[in-house]
């Protein structure tokens, strides 16, 4: 038996919560990979940030060892994905590295859209799907109904589906076998010159900047000096290792083989995630190749709310970079907050772990500004430009259209949930495409508004249909759109990191939102302040915050009511000088507040 021949490389994929990491730590137990007194739930998920939302934001590999029933050794090479879909670039990411895939799904929950969109994925890849109905254990589970849909939905032959349950370790030495048969071994030819893929990477304050590789063709030791092939750079190689589930150094990887390299890098400037490593003194004709490039859908301001921190940040964000190639930034300036960077994200969860992550690893304290999506500015002399920070927005006068982005959004949802479904896609302006029977549910198809998708309109399908519907969406096109930008005054001072893109008919509701809420969280100073939203010049809605008072006649009793007035006069004086030198504190909870609504 050839080297090749022992080796099976795949992931775990699912639609959110079907039970992927679950399965994970089920495999690392059965395959000895870990001590029954050192587990613990989710052990591929390290971040303290995984464990707590119970979600999976990093793709995490790890090697197991399996001898099979024949007697023969194994070496698997397991990839656990996230499930949310603004999670998938990682999911794609992982999947370059593999040659099959478990698709997983939770016998009470069935097909839902990631499962799909999952599915298509591993198409695309060219990768051995291997079905598996995993929570067989709950009492009503339906697995007939399970089975019906994957092999009606998705087409798999019945003598494939698996039966699991992650939770008991039910039928887990039946999987092994499984996947030994099912999933094919890597090809490549480990004397032919290097070509590694790198899949990812992270940061280690010790050994720099750890790379994760799946190597195609030829073989990788110490010592050898490599080049990133797009890049152009050039490096000695100090560690080669292994995942076992901590890092493991070995003598050398060679072709089929997933692992770690780390050759003394600590500039994240200098390699990309998708990029080719070969060796230098022999390289590899072609590169692998790439990743797509996404696009992020939201963009925000990210701020230190110390000035002194920004150095920090832009190093924290540099190698949170690293990992996480679908988050990109640039440099920026804003009135109010001084230097920071203008963010983009693929979604709203992941604008949320990106904060989070910034500020516990790297100890930073920041203020995010109102969430935007990228709109197209179509100006009258025929330019495009494209709008991501409200406050770039051209003059009135110049602007011919502009035009927001869309997404085809496909819903899932028992029959029975159909009507309410219809009804809150087209409260979020969307148009109806078509809808389809899939089993006893229904597929509805949407074109929505991206601006209207990303706040909270999962939460509102997952209410709407209890907790049965699932979303997915893909980018489709730009559309003409009436959009306006609403800005926030307080004391007649614009304050940018509260202006925002909205769509007209919703511009009134969105600004009075603002600034009732500002009303409340703006505490009282000594001066009045004034909050007022205003759109296409005009103000739609104001509040003023009453100044803290000071009774400055208290010591006064008795005697002519002028020496009164005059101390009333001199407050008043000294009332609207605060006014024009005083600057409000707007508290962070405002801010907060403000993502919201």
């Known amino acids: 038996m050839s080297k090749h021949a022992n080796i099976r490389n795949f992931s775990i994929i699912a639609h959110i919560d079907h039970g992927k990491s679950t399965l994970a730590d089920r495999f690392l137990l059965f395959a000895g990979a870990i001590d029954e007194r050192k587990f613990h739930n989710q052990m591929l998920d390290d971040m303290d940030l995984e464990r707590e939302r119970g979600i999976t934001i990093k793709a995490s590999a790890v090697r197991l060892n399996y001898k099979s029933q024949d007697g023969k050794e194994y070496i698997f090479n397991l990839i656990d994905t996230p499930g949310h879909v603004d999670f998938s670039y990682e999911v794609e990411k992982s999947l370059r590295a593999c040659e099959g895939a478990l698709l997983l799904i939770d016998v009470t929950q069935g097909v839902e859209s990631q499962t799909i969109a999952n599915y298509y994925l591993a198409i695309d890849n060219n990768l051995e799907i291997l079905p598996v109905i995993n929570k067989i254990d709950i009492a009503n589970a339906d697995i007939d109904e399970a089975k019906r849909q994957f092999t009606e939905i998705l087409k798999f032959k019945p003598e494939d589906i698996q039966l699991v349950s992650a939770k008991e370790g039910l039928n887990v030495g039946e999987l092994f076998e499984k996947i030994v048969k099912f999933i094919p071994p890597p090809e490549g030819d480990p004397g032919a010159p290097l070509k590694a893929l790198v899949f990812d990477m992270k940061y280690d304050i010790y050994k720099g900047i750890i790379i994760y590789v799946r190597i195609f063709e030829g073989a990788i030791k110490p010592g050898v000096r490599i080049r990133f092939m797009n890049v152009g750079k050039d490096f000695d190689v100090q560690e080669v290792g292994i995942f076992a589930p901590g890092v493991q150094p070995v003598k050398g990887l060679s072709a089929g083989e997933v692992g770690y390299i780390t050759c003394n890098l600590h500039d994240p400037k200098e390699v990309r995630v998708g990029d080719t490593m070969t060796e230098l003194a022999r390289p590899t004709a072609l590169p692998l190749e790439g990743y797509r490039q996404l696009k992020p859908l939201v963009f925000c301001g990210v701020y230190p709310v110390n000035a002194?921190?920004?150095?920090?940040?832009?190093?924290?964000?540099?190698?949170?970079?690293?990992?996480?190639?679908?988050?990109?930034?640039?440099?920026?300036?804003?009135?109010?907050?001084?230097?920071?960077?203008?963010?983009?994200?693929?979604?709203?969860?992941?604008?949320?772990?990106?904060?989070?992550?910034?500020?516990?690893?790297?100890?930073?304290?920041?203020?995010?500004?109102?969430?935007?999506?990228?709109?197209?500015?179509?100006?009258?002399?025929?330019?495009?430009?494209?709008?991501?920070?409200?406050?770039?927005?051209?003059?009135?006068?110049?602007?011919?259209?502009?035009?927001?982005?869309?997404?085809?959004?496909?819903?899932?949802?028992?029959?029975?949930?159909?009507?309410?479904?219809?009804?809150?896609?087209?409260?979020?302006?969307?148009?109806?495409?078509?809808?389809?029977?899939?089993?006893?549910?229904?597929?509805?198809?949407?074109?929505?508004?991206?601006?209207?998708?990303?706040?909270?309109?999962?939460?509102?399908?997952?209410?709407?249909?209890?907790?049965?519907?699932?979303?997915?969406?893909?980018?489709?096109?730009?559309?003409?759109?009436?959009?306006?930008?609403?800005?926030?005054?307080?004391?007649?001072?614009?304050?940018?990191?509260?202006?925002?893109?909205?769509?007209?008919?919703?511009?009134?509701?969105?600004?009075?939102?603002?600034?009732?809420?500002?009303?409340?969280?703006?505490?009282?100073?000594?001066?009045?302040?004034?909050?007022?939203?205003?759109?296409?010049?005009?103000?739609?809605?104001?509040?003023?915050?009453?100044?803290?008072?000071?009774?400055?006649?208290?010591?006064?009793?008795?005697?002519?009511?002028?020496?009164?007035?005059?101390?009333?006069?001199?407050?008043?004086?000294?009332?609207?000088?605060?006014?024009?030198?005083?600057?409000?504190?707007?508290?962070?909870?405002?801010?907060?507040?403000?993502?919201?609504?």
Request: hydrophobic share 35%.
């Open 308 to 597: 002194g921190d920004y150095a920090p940040l832009r190093e924290a964000i540099d190698k949170l970079r690293l990992s996480d190639p679908s988050f990109v930034y640039e440099h920026e300036t804003s009135q109010s907050f001084g230097y920071g960077f203008r963010c983009g994200f693929l979604g709203l969860l992941h604008m949320e772990i990106v904060q989070e992550r910034l500020e516990r690893e790297y100890d930073l304290n920041l203020i995010l500004t109102t969430p935007n999506v990228g709109y197209k500015i179509i100006k009258r002399d025929g330019s495009v430009m494209d709008l991501e920070n409200p406050s770039d927005l051209p003059n009135g006068s110049e602007v011919a259209r502009i035009e927001e982005p869309v997404l085809a959004v496909s819903i899932f949802t028992p029959v029975t949930y159909m009507d309410a479904v219809m009804e809150l896609a087209k409260r979020k302006r969307g148009l109806f495409q078509k809808s389809e029977f899939i089993g006893d549910r229904m597929k509805i198809l949407f074109d929505i508004p991206l601006s209207e998708v990303i706040v909270d309109f999962n939460d509102l399908i997952k209410s709407a249909t209890r907790g049965y519907g699932s979303i997915d969406y893909e980018f489709k096109n730009y559309a003409p759109a009436q959009i306006t930008r609403l800005d926030i005054l307080i004391n007649d001072e614009p304050c940018d990191a509260f202006s925002c893109m909205v769509h007209k008919d919703r511009a009134y509701d969105k600004g009075l939102g603002l600034v009732t809420k500002l009303k409340e969280l703006i505490p009282q100073q000594l001066f009045e302040v004034r909050i007022q939203a205003q759109t296409d010049g005009r103000i739609i809605s104001s509040a003023r915050v009453k100044p803290a008072g000071k009774n400055v006649t208290a010591k006064c009793y008795g005697g002519d009511i002028s020496r009164k007035r005059k101390l009333w006069e001199k407050q008043k004086e000294g009332k609207k000088k605060l006014k024009q030198i005083g600057r409000v504190e707007v508290p962070q909870e405002a801010f907060l507040a403000a993502l919201k609504i």
